[in-house]
Nanobody, 122 residues
Framework: VQLQASGGGLVQAGESLRLSCAAS????????MGWFRQAPGKEREFVAG????????DYADSVKGRFTISRDNSKNRGYLQMNGLKPEDTAAYYC????????????????WGQGTQVTVSS
């Protein structure tokens, strides 16, 4: 499966962004999907994950209540709605997919899209 993330940009603190992940190739609906982020000088970290059915989601504590992950298997797309953005959310955001269930470890994800930059100014 090939993934392409989009929707990043420069926003002020408190504003919102919606990231999109377009999937092509093998059947996206049979893959769990996740969002990760990586700030300069830091390791890539888990943000949110969703199972292939969309029935279960998982979030990093730092984004709970502000971010929402979703997917539309009919469109082969996944989304990350980010509300109440903070300067510490600034990072390159990556979407990922894997056959197994959601995982917080980047090493468990086999497919990655390119990053989309999110910059939040204070």
């Amino acid at each position: 499966v090939q993934l392409q993330a989009s929707g990043g940009g420069l926003v002020q603190a408190g504003e919102s962004l919606r990231l999109s992940c377009a999937a092509s190739g093998r059947s996206f609906r049979s893959y769990s999907m996740g969002w990760f982020r990586q700030a300069p000088g830091k390791e890539r970290e888990f943000v949110a994950g969703i199972t292939w059915t969309g029935s279960a989601t998982d979030y990093a504590d730092s984004v709970k209540g502000r971010f929402t992950i979703s997917r539309d298997n009919s469109k082969n797309r996944g989304y990350l709605q980010m509300n109440g953005l903070k300067p510490e959310d600034t990072a390159a955001y990556y979407c990922a997919a894997q056959r197994a269930g959601s995982s917080t470890s980047p090493r468990n994800w086999g497919y990655w899209g390119q990053g989309t930059q999110v910059t939040v100014s204070s």
